[in-house]
Structure formats: C-alpha cells, structure tokens
T-cell receptor, first 111, second 112 residues
Framework: SQQGEEDPQALSIQEGENATMNCSYK?????LQWYRQNSGRGLVHLIL?????REKHSGRLRVTLDTSKKSSSLLITASRAADTASYFC???????????FGAGTRLFVKA | EAGVAQSPRYKIIEKRQSVAFWCNPI?????LYWYQQILGQGPKLLIQ????????DSQLPKDRFSAERLKGVDSTLKIQPAKLEDSAVYLC??????????FGPGTRLTVL
C-alpha cells in the first residue's frame, strides 16, 4: 500500500509560472522527502523536512509540512522546461524504517 | 563521487525464467534498498539492508524473490520464477543514514 498520495496527478503550466504539488499521508512520520524523476537523471532527492519542521527552502523549492493534517506541499517557483518530471513524496514512518513513496505528480512545463 | 551502479540496464525474459540484478552502492553507505517501480506508479520498497542485515522485507514476495548483500557492500536481487506482473523497473538506492537516498539508474525488466 502507498502511504503518500500526491495531488494533482498531473499538472501542466507555462514556463515562469509556479507549480504546487500536495502530498497526504496516513501515519505518523519521522520525516518527509520529495524526489524528482525524469528520464534523463532518474530519481533524485530534492529536499527533506523533519516532523518538527514546518517549512524548508532550497533554491526555487519551498516545502511545507503540516503534521496535524498529515500533509505536505512542494512549491516550485519560476518553473522552467527542465522542471518537467514526476515528483514523489516519500515518508519514513515512526513505527519503522520503511520508506513509502506516493504515486507521484506528473509536471509538464511548457516553454 | 561515483553513484549507485546497477546492471544490467535492460533485461527481457520469458515467464517462469530466472533473472538476477546487481547493485553496487556508494562507498561507505551502510543502508541499501531495492525498489520495484511499475509504470505509472511510485517506487515500492522490496527490501532494505543495514550493512549485512535485513531491516525490512515485508513487501518482498518471498516465494519468488530473494536478495542478499554480501559483506555489506554489493547486493543482488533474484526473481525465480518470473511472472508477467514482475515487469517493472528495479531500482537500487543507498544512503548513509535513514535520510537522503541516492538511486541508481535502474534495471528495466520485461517478462514476456
């Protein structure tokens, strides 16, 4: 079973616009991570946010975490065509070490 | 720093045949993971090693899948016998701790 559920399943935007993806999960977590996957570079880690953190930034990425709602969001600002990829959230639960990935959001950025 | 290496990159077999995948993690990474990613889905953890020991294999179909990690470094994942539904990309990842995982390029398996 998949713990994380990303929303939307697919997103198409113009270059320069912002893209927001959401992730919901079911059980308590130690941390939540976002990964990007495209055909050129495979699966790449983007950012990790711990359960005691509420917001984190990395370049054009902004991640928020609301543990009371069991949800996280990933914001990509000023998107570029190169941001076209699938984005996954992954959680490490407090009950064990297993990493569980969601089904992903497919982002398409039009030049 | 060299990344996670996997081989082969592609494999086509017929159902009921056997297949093995190899993974060499980043040097010094104690934790190694094998994932199965079916087209259109997120990766599903099959097995996680911490050095030589298995941390989690709850989603590994043990009647046909097996994995080992010799000397806490390289790892092999085997499927015997393969079924049509095993067609997927098999990803290996490694990490220093239970945080950021570094993924290999994957092995795309097609079972006919």
């Amino acid at each position: 079973s998949q713990q994380g559920e990303e929303d939307p399943q697919a997103l198409s935007i113009q270059e320069g616009e912002n893209a927001t993806m959401n992730c919901s999960y079911k059980t308590s977590i130690n941390n939540l991570q976002w990964y990007r996957q495209n055909s050129g570079r495979g699966l790449v880690h983007l950012i990790l946010i711990r359960s005691n953190e509420r917001e984190k930034h990395s370049g054009r990425l902004r991640v928020t975490l609301d543990t009371s709602k069991k949800s996280s969001s990933l914001l990509i600002t000023a998107s570029r065509a190169a941001d076209t990829a699938s984005y996954f959230c992954a959680t490490d639960g407090t009950g064990g070490f297993k990493t569980i990935f969601g089904a992903g959001t497919r982002l398409f950025v039009k030049a | 720093e060299a990344g996670v290496a996997q081989s082969p990159r592609y494999k086509i077999i017929e159902k009921r045949q056997s297949v093995a995948f190899w993974c060499n993690p980043i040097s010094g990474h104690a934790t190694l993971y094998w994932y199965q990613q079916i087209l259109g889905q997120g990766p599903k953890l099959l097995i996680q090693f911490q050095n030589n020991g298995v941390v989690d294999d709850s989603q590994l179909p043990k009647d046909r899948f097996s994995a080992e990690r010799l000397k806490g470094v390289d790892s092999t994942l085997k499927i015997q016998p393969a079924k049509l539904e095993d067609s997927a990309v098999y990803l290996c990842a490694s990490s220093l701790s239970l945080n950021e995982q570094f993924f290999g390029p994957g092995t795309r398996l097609t079972v006919l």
